[in-house]
């Protein structure tokens, strides 16, 4: 009964240890370590838009995105990719964002070290690609949406929350 207790604190101190310990990493295409919270609260909003390159959806809408930074990077929002294609599959992720003219800033993790830090972020699970988070100019997460979101839906949404913040 001892041994059996002891072995119990014992796995769950450790539990504790790796559950305290950041989870994943993100890295720029350069292999640079890099956070979200790099690309966040400087009075822009931030989209972010976590891919895949073999996602069919993410092929078909990626110059939407393209688009909507070029417009808008210099005055009110930007975007950021994350790839979940994952080292082995990086060359893939390279070509997705040569053959669409990404000019957004990507990185890249691990499909599923992404898709736990999408958990541990937002309360949910990760569903698949491609994935949105929105983060207000002051940095806080205010929302999330699992497939492409048209960007004159992201432009009302950061309309209305401007309007709302008004008195």
């Known amino acids: 009964m001892l041994r059996k207790s002891l072995l119990h ?21 350069d292999g640079k370590p890099a956070e979200v919270s ?38 009110d929002a930007r975007v950021l990719g994350i790839s979940i294609d994952g080292q082995a599959k990086k060359a893939e992720a390279e070509k997705f964002i040569e053959r669409h003219k990404v000019n957004f800033p990507n990185l890249i993790g691990e499909p599923g070290e992404v898709a736990e830090w999408f958990a541990r972020l937002t309360g949910s ?39 709302a913040e008004k008195p």
């Open 125 to 163: 699970p990760f569903v698949g690609t491609p994935t949105f988070l929105f983060y207000d100019p002051s940095g806080k997460l205010v929302a999330k949406q699992v497939g492409a979101v048209p960007t004159e839906l992201i432009e009302a949404f950061m309309e209305q929350q401007a309007s």
């Open 38 to 75: 790099n690309y966040t609260g400087d009075g822009k909003w931030l989209v972010v838009m976590i891919w895949a390159s073999d996602c069919h959806v993410c092929n078909k809408e990626a110059s939407q995105y393209v688009d909507f930074h070029f417009v808008h990077h210099d005055d």
């Open 9 to 29: 604190r014992w796995v769950t101190a450790i539990g504790l240890l790796f559950a305290s310990l950041p989870v994943w990493a993100l890295t720029t295409f």
